[in-house]
C-alpha cells in the first residue's frame, strides 16, 4: 500500500517517516511525484488547511494522502504565529523580516525573539492537525497534537527544524532543537498526532503493522 506524504518539508518527512515506520506501507513524498501542484494554505485554521490539502492531493494523484497543518501559538501574540507559522517572517504583523542571508526559520525565529524582547509571558504552545483521506474509499480520519511550552531567550540546538531552537517543550530545560530525535517524537505535537492517527489506522483496518517502508 502507498500512501502519499503532502510535504516537501525534509524535516516532517523524515518525523513522519520515522513514527509510521512500523506500517507495513511505502510513504511517498511530494518529491517522488512525476508532477507537483502547489496547494494555497489560505485556510484560517490548521484543521481546514489540512484537510484542503488532503482532499487536494488525493483526488489529483488518486492515492491516499496524510496532509498536515502545524504552527506555533504565542499566549502574549494573541496566538500568533499560528497559521501564518511557516511564513511569519513575510507577514505584516510585527512587520517584515526581509534579510535574504538568513534562512526561513531563521528569519521566522528572530522575529518572533524580537517581538517577545522584554515580555515576561512567554508561554506557548505547537500544535498540528493531521488528515488521511482516501478518496476511493471515501474515508477520512483526523487527529490533533499539542505539545504546551516556551520560548526560549535566544536559539539553541541544531536538531529539528522551524522553531525547534527557540521552543522549550514543558518539564525540559532543553529546547527541542536539543533533544534526541527519538525523545522529541515522544513529547512532539507531530509524534502525538501521528501516533493517535496510527492507532486508528491499524484499528479502522486501513493499515497493518509489517514491514519497515
Given at each position: 500500500?502507498?500512501i502519499?506524504v503532502?510535504?516537501?518539508?525534509?524535516?516532517k518527512?523524515?518525523?513522519?517517516?520515522s513514527?509510521?515506520?512500523?506500517?507495513?506501507?511505502?510513504l511517498l513524498s511530494?518529491?517522488?511525484?512525476s508532477?507537483?501542484?502547489?496547494?494555497?494554505?489560505?485556510?484560517?485554521?490548521f484543521?481546514e488547511?489540512?484537510?484542503?490539502?488532503?482532499?487536494?492531493?488525493?483526488s489529483?494523484y488518486?492515492i491516499?494522502?496524510?496532509?498536515?497543518d502545524a504552527g506555533?501559538?504565542?499566549?502574549?501574540?494573541?496566538?500568533?504565529?499560528?497559521?501564518?507559522?511557516a511564513r511569519?517572517?513575510?507577514?505584516?504583523?510585527?512587520g517584515?523580516?526581509?534579510d535574504e542571508?538568513l534562512?526561513?526559520?531563521?528569519?521566522n525565529?528572530?522575529?518572533?525573539?524580537?517581538?517577545?524582547?522584554?515580555?515576561?509571558?512567554?508561554?506557548?504552545r505547537?500544535?498540528?492537525?493531521?488528515?488521511?483521506?482516501?478518496?476511493?474509499k471515501?474515508i477520512?480520519?483526523?487527529?490533533?497534537?499539542?505539545c504546551?511550552?516556551?520560548?526560549?531567550?535566544?536559539?539553541?540546538?541544531?536538531?529539528g527544524f522551524?522553531?525547534?531552537?527557540?521552543?522549550?517543550p514543558?518539564?525540559?530545560?532543553?529546547t527541542m532543537?536539543?533533544?534526541?530525535?527519538e525523545?522529541?517524537n515522544?513529547?512532539?505535537?507531530r509524534?502525538?498526532?501521528?501516533?493517535?492517527?496510527?492507532?486508528?489506522?491499524?484499528?479502522t483496518?486501513?493499515?497493518?503493522?509489517?514491514?519497515?517502508?
Open positions: 500500500m502507498k502519499l503532502a510535504t516537501t518539508n525534509e524535516g518527512l523524515r518525523e513522519i517517516k513514527i509510521l515506520s512500523d506500517l507495513d506501507v511505502e511530494l518529491k517522488d511525484m508532477k507537483v501542484i502547489e496547494v494555497e494554505e489560505d485556510k484560517e485554521t484543521l488547511n489540512a484537510i484542503k490539502k488532503a482532499t487536494t492531493y488525493a489529483f488518486k491516499p494522502v496524510i496532509a498536515e506555533l501559538e504565542v499566549d502574549v501574540l494573541e496566538g500568533y504565529p499560528g497559521v501564518y507559522s511569519f517572517y513575510s507577514i505584516e504583523y510585527g517584515k523580516l526581509e542571508s534562512s526561513k526559520d531563521e528569519r525565529n528572530l522575529k518572533l525573539l524580537k517581538l517577545l524582547e522584554n515580555k515576561e509571558n512567554r508561554k506557548g505547537y500544535k498540528t492537525v493531521v488528515v488521511y483521506y482516501d478518496s476511493d471515501g477520512g480520519i483526523w487527529t490533533e497534537g499539542v504546551e511550552g516556551e520560548i526560549a531567550q535566544k536559539p539553541q540546538g541544531s536538531g522551524g522553531y525547534d531552537p527557540i521552543f522549550i514543558q518539564g525540559y530545560n532543553q532543537a536539543q533533544l534526541p530525535p525523545e522529541k515522544k513529547i512532539s505535537h509524534g502525538k498526532a501521528l501516533n493517535k492517527l496510527k492507532e486508528l489506522l491499524i484499528k483496518g486501513v493499515v497493518e503493522i509489517g514491514a519497515k517502508s
